[in-house]
């Protein structure tokens, strides 16, 4: 019904950029929040950035400053700007969607997330 592919991880170095890419596809009738997650080994999932329909935005404590989230809604897309990276920004990436989708004569409301992407950050 719905996917979603991240894409723009990868290796960088200690105080480098990177940004993610996350879009929706499949039969979707609109798309509430947005949000990155992250999941280092060992460690739970944790929210790193989340952007509301209103593009309203909440952070981390951790990632305040140094990444921006913001999202286009035409493309069904949102992006995570990673900057001044750190080695403990080093997880997987995990985007996640609340969207509303046509099924049939009616419309439900899901999470979907997408594959993950690896981020490193070396020292």
């Known amino acids: 019904q719905v996917q979603l592919v991240e894409s723009g991880g990868g290796l960088v170095q200690a105080g480098g950029s990177l940004r993610l890419s996350c879009t929706a596809s499949g039969s979707i009738f609109s798309i509430n929040a947005m949000g990155w997650y992250r999941q280092a080994p060992g460690k739970q999932r944790e929210l790193v950035a989340l952007?509301?329909?209103?593009?309203?935005?909440d952070y981390a404590d951790s990632v305040k400053g140094r990444f921006a989230i913001t999202r286009d809604n035409a493309k069904n897309t949102v992006y995570l700007q990673m900057n001044s990276l750190k080695p403990e920004d080093t997880a997987v990436y995990y985007c996640?969607?609340?969207?509303?989708?046509?099924?049939?004569?009616?419309?439900?409301?899901?999470?979907?997330w997408g594959q993950g992407t690896q981020v490193t950050g070396s020292s």
């Open positions: 996640n969607s609340d969207v509303t989708y046509s099924s049939g004569s009616y419309y439900s409301e899901y999470y979907y």
């Open positions: 952007i509301t329909s209103g593009a309203s935005t």
